[in-house]
């Protein structure tokens, strides 16, 4: 089959592998109809996530069409067109029971990579380096399903592939961040990013009944599609003295209820802490450009929420003391897609939830590496660029 592979750092090639196979009985093989780009890729892409080696098969945001299926799989079956969320899970460990899924203690077959750096290992993801279990990912003709009663979601008729596709990450993720907020009425929560995960949990936040959702981003076409598509109000960093200011101003001083960092460790920024941590970053002596994050801590009003959905990984002068005098609480996690994605299937199917609007490019299997150069320099107003095997 075709597929798109990493052979080194900002190098992706299409090239013809093995096809997969089912391995143990609850797996599933998937015809990939569409996949999509994630920004946690360029992570990795551009070197910041070791433990990627050359030949693997890149990608964890997709759907697609049962093809084959495992003797013990129950739930699906060939023909099945579903959903799939990133993280793999077992359904049977204690944190697949608690919902908290992207922590699976029995998916991730190489625990000794993470053990040092995180403690304990979090579940399998597909495409997303040996660090995360160095299962071959999506951007391929074919996937490899494992557990697949538990992670393959069938996708009711009558709803496009589109509005589907980014209800395996971008949308879970949001909404998972939202949902960590813990929004009352009235609440006024401000969103650090709008790419797909930003204006998801912006979106999300909506649907959880907050009054205001401010979104804050330097590219003036994400700041209109959040606008136009979610009803947020928004805030281009590049064009204020200080987002915090603009903040307490559009606040009545207090700040926002709830601040969610939907941006990670390539944030943007402007200032001489953004160009230390820019040349901190480029000389490996930390992973993470932290300013969104930063900003997100010392915005948060007193007794706030900060949910962060940023991938992180090593980051220097982080404000923990803002966190403890403020009296934040602070909600974190890899996406526990799972957990939601019934009540997603149903906003979708009502309408509440259409996020086709990310889908701002599309490209053949083929052409997938022009497509992650569009998405990764946010060319031609790229949110998400889709590929169609």
């Not at 013809?16 to 998937?30: A, R």
């Not at 304990?120 to 071959?136: L, Q, R």
């Not at 990984?313 to 009296?327: R, S």
Request: aromatic residues 8%; negative net charge.
């Amino acid at each position: 089959m075709r597929a798109l592979i990493w052979n080194g750092v900002n190098d992706l090639r299409v090239e013809t592998v093995k096809d997969p196979e089912i391995v143990n009985p609850h797996d599933c093989i998937l015809r990939v109809t569409m996949s999509t780009t994630c920004g946690s890729d360029l992570h990795f892409i551009d070197g910041y996530i070791p433990t990627m080696k050359a030949g693997d098969v890149i990608g964890h945001e997709f759907m697609g069409v049962v093809e084959d299926v495992g003797p013990e799989v129950k739930k699906v079956k060939k023909g099945d067109r579903v959903v799939v969320p990133s993280f793999i899970t077992c359904g049977q460990c204690w944190y697949c029971k608690n919902k908290l899924y992207s922590l699976c203690d029995n998916t991730h077959p190489k625990p000794e990579l993470q053990e040092p750096v995180f403690g304990y290992p979090t579940a399998g993801i597909y495409g997303y380096t040996h660090a995360f279990g160095g299962y071959a990912g999506a951007h391929a003709q074919y996937v490899r399903v494992p557990f697949a009663d538990n992670d393959c979601f069938k996708v009711p008729d009558g709803v496009p592939d589109e509005q589907v596709l980014f209800l395996s990450d971008a949308a879970p993720t949001g909404y998972m961040g939202a949902d960590f907020c813990n929004i009352q009425p009235g609440d006024v929560v401000a969103v650090w990013g709008c790419g797909g995960v930003g204006l998801m949990a912006q979106r999300s936040a909506f649907l959880m009944g907050a009054e205001r959702v401010i979104g804050i981003d330097r590219l003036p076409e994400r700041l209109q599609m959040a606008r136009e598509h979610v009803g947020s109000e928004t805030i281009n960093y590049e064009e204020v003295d200080s987002v915090l200011e603009v903040l307490k101003e559009m606040t009545g001083g207090r700040g926002p209820d709830a601040c969610i960092d939907a941006v990670g460790m390539e944030a943007h920024g402007t200032g001489l802490q953004y160009a230390y941590d820019r040349a901190k970053q480029l000389m490996y002596m930390h992973t993470d450009r932290g300013q969104a994050l930063r900003e997100a801590i010392l915005a948060c009003r007193k007794g706030g929420t900060l949910s962060i959905l940023g991938v992180y990984g090593v980051m220097d002068k982080f404000p923990i003391g803002a966190i403890m005098n403020k009296g934040l609480t602070v909600r974190t996690a890899q996406q526990h897609g799972q957990a939601y994605m019934d009540r997603l299937l149903d906003h979708a199917q009502k309408g509440e939830l259409n996020p086709s609007f990310l889908a701002t490019h599309r490209f053949s299997l083929e052409d997938a590496p022009r497509g992650y150069a569009m998405f990764k320099h946010k060319e031609d107003g790229c949110v998400r660029s889709v590929f169609i095997p």
